[in-house]
């Protein structure tokens, strides 16, 4: 996804709260770009995919236990070409 305004890519990233998760895989099923899995060992929410996050904030918003915080990071053009010093 890239900021509408500048076109510039934007990067994303998903944390999970383990101690939050009630396993209830919502999220991984509501996902549009399947970013998320259950952990098959410990049957938690996890990231696998996070490249492919488009920042929708689903997973973050439908959470029924509050387990999921999506933040934005910085740019990759940010990070790329950082400004001359
Ligand atoms: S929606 Fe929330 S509680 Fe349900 S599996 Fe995902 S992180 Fe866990
Ligand atoms: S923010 Fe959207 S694309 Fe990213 S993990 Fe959550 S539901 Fe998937």
Do not use: H
Request: glycine share 2%.
């Amino acid at each position: 996804m890239t900021d509408r305004k500048t076109n510039v890519p934007r990067k994303w990233d998903v944390v999970v709260i383990p101690g939050y998760c009630k396993n209830c895989t919502l999220c991984v099923e509501i996902c549009p770009t399947k970013v998320l899995e259950m952990n098959e060992y410990n049957q938690i929410a996890e990231v696998v995919n996070l490249d492919v996050c488009t920042g929708c904030k689903l997973c973050e918003m439908l959470c029924p236990d509050f387990a999921i915080e999506v933040r934005e990071t910085a740019t990759e053009a940010l990070e790329e070409d950082p400004a001359p010093s």
